[in-house]
């Protein structure tokens, strides 16, 4: 039986929820149908076969958690199903009497028995992990040969992400249908996945926080917060590109274009749908896009490629409440931008005391990968881009 795995589905996620099979047990699927629909840390996924050929196993149930790299489905092994029993000299089943196989001058008999079934050429697998990545599969007693990465190669997530099931017993497959659990607290894939985040953030990050206030009285009166925030990340991003980056392996890289992730509160968790190439759309675009994001996280349902590729993260908490904060920076990026909430104070202003309006700022770095001055010039450059009218 040729047993396809939860495969990776998206930033290291460790595991997903099984909503709804689209095949049974003896169907024959072609190649990229639909398996099933799973549901992720913020997203409902459809997962395609990988293979053709027929349904022998189904591993879990509707409602049943995988992590990944558990098995998923199982297929009917063809090559195995298909080669014939070799059969015996003699065998009275074969409906002949036994013959005289010596040898007879000038003729020599040919027998029809099978002597060897041919076997298929074993494929050798492409090394598909760098030496740090197997590396550190070995020190986490991680076999890669029975998982999948999610790209061409594993990434330092992944095998973090299996590293736990190599010292626990695999649950028992079960594929009896199960009503859908109704998911509360820290059982919401979400929250899950945050709490999974946080905890390499503290176990990897080297945290710095900067803060300011940059002075928006210049700003248009309704002017939207959120573009205006977007608007300057990327103008100071241009001008400090470090920390628009990725660190990994050690190395910092830093990325274009500028895809801001966006936190979004909802019911059932922290969303962070990412807004790809800020400077390539139109004010009304990306403010569409805003609206469609929150609207999509308080349903719950965030399509998978909208959660991924951010390059630095965005979160307005201001908008709830609180004016500073120490946001967490999550691997493999560099940066976050808090914006608090916005208020008045009497400040002095072209020599005489005026209100002004204040927008407080709390910027984030991993301080492995960033240093304390590109940290105060990324700052310096957003307060700028701020404080234009």
């Known amino acids: 039986m040729k047993v396809f795995r939860l495969p990776d589905l998206g930033e290291g ?7 709804q099979w689209h095949v049974r047990e003896g169907d024959s699927i072609a190649a990229d149908q ?5 549901e992720t840390a913020k997203a409902l996924v459809e997962v395609p076969a990988p293979w053709g050929g027929s349904v022998e196993k189904l591993f879990a149930g509707e409602g049943d958690t995988l992590e990944t790299g558990q098995p998923l489905v ?3 092994d063809r090559t195995g199903s298909a080669e014939p029993a070799p059969s015996q000299p003699g065998d009275a089943s074969a409906g002949q009497p036994p013959t005289d196989s010596g040898t007879v001058v000038g003729r020599i008999d040919q027998g029809s028995e099978q002597l060897h ?7 050798i697998r492409p090394r598909n992990a760098t ?3 197997r590396a550190l599969a070995r020190q986490l007693r991680v076999d890669l040969a029975g998982l999948h990465p999610a790209g ?4 330092e997530a992944e095998v973090r992400a299996a590293a736990p099931r190599t010292s626990s017993k695999p649950p028992e497959p079960q594929t009896s249908k199960r009503p859908v659990p109704t998911n509360t607290g820290n059982t919401e894939p979400a929250r899950r996945a945050m709490a999974l985040a946080m905890s390499r953030a503290r176990d990897l ?11 928006i009285s210049k700003w248009p009166k309704g002017e939207p917060a959120t573009l205006r925030l977007l608007r300057a990340i990327a103008a100071a991003a241009a001008e400090v590109p470090n920390l628009n980056a990725h660190f990994v392996d050690d ?20 969303f962070v749908p990412v807004l790809k190439d800020v400077d390539s759309h139109s004010d009304e675009q990306l403010l569409d896009a805003v609206r469609s994001f929150r609207k999509q996280a308080m349903a719950g349902a965030i399509p998978q490629p909208d959660l991924q590729g951010a390059t630095i993260h965005l979160s307005n908490f201001g908008s709830l409440g609180g004016r500073f904060a120490t946001p967490v920076v999550v691997p493999p990026l560099v940066c976050i931008v808090g914006a608090g909430r916005s208020h008045e104070a009497v400040l002095p202003h072209k020599g005489k005391a005026k209100i002004r309006r204040l927008l407080p700022l709390s910027i984030t770095a991993d301080h492995r990968a960033v240093t304390g001055g590109e940290l105060a010039r990324f700052l310096a450059a957003l307060k700028n881009h701020l404080t234009q009218a």
């Not at 996620?13 to 909503?19: E, G, Q």
């Not at 079934?117 to 494929?123: F, H, L, M």
């Not at 190395?251 to 922290?270: F, M, T, W």
């Open 117 to 123: 079934a041919e076997s298929r050429p074993i494929r």
């Open 251 to 270: 190395a910092l890289a830093p990325q274009s274009p500028v895809n801001i992730g966006l936190a979004v509160d909802a019911p059932k968790g922290l």
């Open 13 to 19: 996620l460790p595991d997903a929820v099984i909503r």
């Open 131 to 133: 030496p740090a990545v």
């Open 205 to 215: 990050v080297c945290p710095m926080t900067l803060c300011d206030e940059a002075d």
């Open 34 to 38: 639909a398996l099933v629909t799973v």
């Open 152 to 155: 061409a190669r594993f990434t």
């Open 74 to 76: 199982g297929f009917k």
